[in-house]
């Protein structure tokens, strides 16, 4: 009985290890984007997977795209476990996007002077840059922002009315006032504080157990750490002058081969961020505008104007081009005013001179030889005859005959032979 009394108890020490309580981690720091989203969805299934007790989300973040914010709330709901969402570390912000967020998940942490707030639509997609949403479209925007928020603060039991003034007046709070006014469910100073104060919280019938609880992080996938780079404003701008610089480039120095085939391959990625990124159709409009400017002037003799008028439609354009996008998701002027200074030189100084010169006459080969005037060596007619020019002897034929020393010109070429007629 010892023996067997040994084993049962061997048995349900060994069970307690294997069936030992464990928490998931994501950090997400920047910007909220389509990368983001799918991070956090796929950790949602992998935490619920491993029984995991319940996924911590430490969020630190200016803001990003309501769709992608959208596509986490959707997430959090769907979740098969809780949802913590611990703004952190102390310092930490949830702006913009990060207070939908916050306020979606199942249990809302802060660290300790870290702050929450700034949710107007402004901020989050609707507008932005130097140019204003007309107020119709604005207050729309206004109107869907505030009930999307007011709905989250509802479904989680928080402090609507914070919520709605979050959104219409940008209002921002700090940790310890976001608890006093219910906004938040709880302040930790760090993980281990806030694994502790877990314990026990009941989240749709189920009761935490975080004590101890191992917290193992699930790292981002080598795709979303690509898309998390490579789906940005600024790698879709530099694309897009690739296609400018390639497709120009190709039809001022025909047959060099490289500079359509980078121009094809930037395409092709710029049509598929543009379907994820918030594009201004406007600021593409104008970018057009500035390139068809650029090269017109390459034509015509207005002594600038057009390209002057090129400079200030890219930049508008280029300014323009993100406006839709939230905090971080929006070219800075340390982008655009570089990229308009290098394309007008692209286009006043590659450009203008490569076109150009396919319109000039030829200035080496037998092209050259058309027009000039030399004294035939022998006898010239419709049989044949010879001239001596650029060093070589070569055979002409004339219709009408022409005496050797008698100058003419060469009037085109067939083969090695030249048309050459009497020059008077």
């Known amino acids: 009985m010892n023996r067997f009394g040994f084993i049962a108890v061997l048995g349900l020490l060994l069970g307690a290890t294997v069936h030992a309580e464990q928490v998931g981690l994501i950090k997400i720091n920047g910007a909220i984007g389509p990368a983001t989203a799918s991070y956090i969805s796929r950790a949602l299934d992998t935490a619920a997977a491993g029984n995991d ?31 913590v969402v611990y703004v952190a570390p102390s310092g930490a912000c949830a702006g913009s996007a990060g207070v939908f967020i916050t306020l979606a998940a199942d249990i809302a942490v ?14 989050i997609g609707a507008s932005g840059g130097v140019e204003k949403t007309d107020e119709v479209m604005k207050q729309k925007m206004e109107n869907y922002a505030s009930s ?30 976001a608890l006093e006014g219910k906004v938040i469910d709880l302040i930790a100073d760090d993980m281990a504080d806030l694994l502790k104060q877990l314990n026990g919280h009941v989240v749709n019938g189920k009761t935490l157990k975080t004590t101890g609880a191992t917290v193992t992080e699930i790292p981002m996938q080598s795709w979303e750490r690509f898309a998390q ?97 939230g905090p971080g998701y929006q070219l800075s002027l340390a982008w655009i005013l ?14 203008g001179k490569g076109i150009g010169a396919q319109f000039q006459p030829a200035q080496t080969g037998t092209g ?38 008698q100058p003419v010109e060469i009037t085109g070429i067939e083969g090695l032979t030249l048309k050459v007629k009497h020059k008077n």
């Open 110 to 123: 802060m660290a300790p002077h870290s702050s929450l707030g700034a949710a107007h639509p402004v901020e």
């Open 368 to 405: 050259t030889m058309i027009g000039k005037v030399v004294n035939a060596q022998s006898r010239i007619d419709s049989a044949g005859g010879k001239v001596f020019i650029e060093g070589e002897i070569w055979n002409a034929v004339s219709a009408t005959p022409v005496e050797a020393g």
């Open 229 to 325: 780079v490579f789906l940005r404003p600024e790698v879709m701008f530099i694309l897009m002058l690739m296609v400018i610089y390639g497709f120009i480039g190709e039809l001022s120095s025909p047959g060099a081969i490289l500079p359509g085939v980078v121009g094809a391959i930037a395409l092709v990625l710029v049509l598929y961020m543009s379907a994820i990124l918030p594009v201004n159709v406007a600021g593409l409009a104008l970018i057009g505008l500035a390139i068809l400017l650029f090269i017109a002037d390459v034509f015509a003799s207005t002594h600038g104007v057009l390209t002057t008028g090129g400079m200030i439609a890219f930049f508008l354009g280029a300014l323009m081009l993100f406006n839709h996008g």
């Open 338 to 351: 570089p990229a308009t200074a290098v394309t007008a030189a692209f286009f006043i100084f590659i450009v």
């Open 148 to 177: 999307f928020i007011e709905t989250i603060a509802d479904k989680r039991h928080r402090n609507v009315q914070w919520a709605k003034a979050a959104v219409v007046e940008s209002k921002a709070t700090t940790a310890e006032k």
């Open 53 to 83: 007790e319940c996924l911590i989300i430490q969020l630190d973040t200016p803001g990003g795209l309501l769709e992608s914010t959208k596509q986490i709330v959707q997430s959090f709901y769907a979740a098969k476990i809780p949802v």
